[in-house]
């Protein structure tokens, strides 16, 4: 069985000039971007299979990235459907030089586990300590209500 711990994930990605909107700062849609690929690694390590974007719902934008710092994408796998996984996903700015953070962009996306192109079966996820435990009830009691 996946553990939340094994599906997190932790990537940077340097804002470019050809990352920025006319404000000199990460375009929304290249932060999504990053986002959604964030997000999918971790779904298929929870699915142990491909997975593919259903669904990002309430992405909140809460400040820009500037051109050079670092874009810090973070996601992990807190729940698991029949053949879905749901994903946090947090983004923060990163000063190159010194490492200060600050949260920009957070979001909850569901992922659904395929193969050969069609739904397959995810096994059940497992919070193995207490900070995975935390993780998780945060993130089911802060996610905005499905369908």
Known sequence: MPTIAET??????????THANNYQSAHGGIVMKWMDEIGAMSAMRAARETCVTAQMSRVDFERPIPIGDTAL???????????????RIEVAREEPHTGETEETTSAYATFVAVDDGEPTPVPELTAESEECRELRDRALAEEPERD
Do not use: C, D, F, K
């Open 73 to 87: 994408i973070e996601s992990y796998a807190y729940a698991t459907g029949r053949t879905s996984v749901r994903v």
């Open 8 to 17: 997190h994930i932790v990537n940077r990605e340097r804002v470019q000039p």
